[in-house]
């Protein structure tokens, strides 16, 4: 089961405001730790071979509903971003590379 998205839960709490007319929330009753120790092995869920997948694209599908594309500004934009970036940090690595390489060959190996 896909996760609510955080506008679904704000959508949920304020209903529960509205229908408690303001009252204060009782305090939630946390059972004690010894009744953790005391429980049952929960039994063994068989599940039909490929049932995994079917779950996991169904899942995927409901996350990628979620998601918020970007408009096409604002990919040609981060397009743009990572390839100056790239062709900086080449550049640098280039010119180090050159560097390194007559040190070694003239300084250690000459």
Request: charged share 25%.
């Amino acid at each position: 089961m896909a996760r609510q998205t955080r506008a679904q839960r704000r959508a949920r709490r304020a209903e529960r405001e509205r229908q408690g007319n303001g009252a204060e929330a009782r305090p939630v009753q946390r059972q004690p730790q010894m009744a953790a120790v005391a429980r049952a092995e929960p039994a063994v869920e068989r599940r039909l071979p490929g049932s995994g997948i079917r779950r996991f694209v169904g899942e995927s599908a409901a996350e990628l509903k979620k998601v918020e594309w970007p408009a096409q500004q604002q990919l040609i934009q981060g397009t743009a971003v990572v390839l100056i970036a790239c062709i900086i940090v080449g550049t640098y690595l280039w010119l180090a590379d050159l560097a390194f390489k007559r040190l070694v060959q003239n300084v250690f190996l000459g």
